[in-house]
């Protein structure tokens, strides 16, 4: 069996951490920013629903941020050769990796929905749900004038959603890199220990 050394299990690990605490806050950034189309302060009743499901604050944010926190404090100890420490990462991955899957699932139905908006005369409706107008309004802008408050509240929506998708594909991949990762180091621990055994028998 071929095994890889601590050093680059840990080095792997220690980058993932790192590099999945900037998509973590970005995440529940860009899920606060859903909550004011816009900029602006609006009832909850007139807040797209689907925010409500607190995909990038609780999916790809806290359930990110303790698979992050882990893989750093393994990285910086050293552990990586404990079998007991790569088990709890592969956890803490596969739980940080769900989250990510919840955050693309939850991002991809408020693109496809559109949001909650004014149609005229103080009557809020999702003009893209359910009707023709859904299946090209992402690409045909002119139909974004049904929307008239708040304003660029489309455009709003589409950037932040489809910034919380990307980041949400980025941390299932991450996260599951780190399953593989833990994976080989409990095989590899196991490998090394054996190895070391049956030198110390010789």
């Known amino acids: 069996m071929m095994c890889t050394g601590k050093c680059s299990k840990c080095t792997c690990t220690k980058c993932i951490g790192i590099a999945l605490l900037p998509l973590a806050v970005c995440a529940i950034i860009s899920n606060l920013l859903l909550y004011f ?9 007139r807040i797209t629903d689907l925010v ?3 995909h990038g604050i609780l999916g790809a944010g806290i359930l990110v941020f303790l698979p992050a926190f882990m893989m750093l404090g393994i990285g910086e100890a050293g552990c990586c050769a ?4 790569m088990v709890l990462s592969v956890v ?31 009557v809020y409706l999702y003009p893209f749900r359910n009707n023709t107008l859904a299946d090209n309004y992402l690409l045909n802008q002119t139909s974004w004038s049904i929307c008239k408050k708040p304003e660029n509240v489309i455009l709003w929506n589409i950037v932040l959603f489809s910034l919380l998708l990307l980041i949400g594909i980025a941390e299932a991949i991450l996260c599951l890199i780190q399953v593989f990762n833990g994976l080989m180091g409990f095989l590899c621990g196991s490998c090394l220990r054996k190895r070391k055994t049956d030198i110390a028998g010789m």
């Open 37 to 45: 189309p816009n900029g602006e302060v609006l009832d909850a009743s």
């Open 52 to 54: 409500w499901f607190f």
């Open 92 to 122: 803490f991955a596969a739980l940080g990796a769900a989250g990510g899957v919840y955050c693309v699932i939850i991002s991809s139905l408020g693109l496809i929905s559109g949001p909650l908006c004014d149609v005229g005369d103080e």
């Open 82 to 85: 404990n079998k007991c420490w």
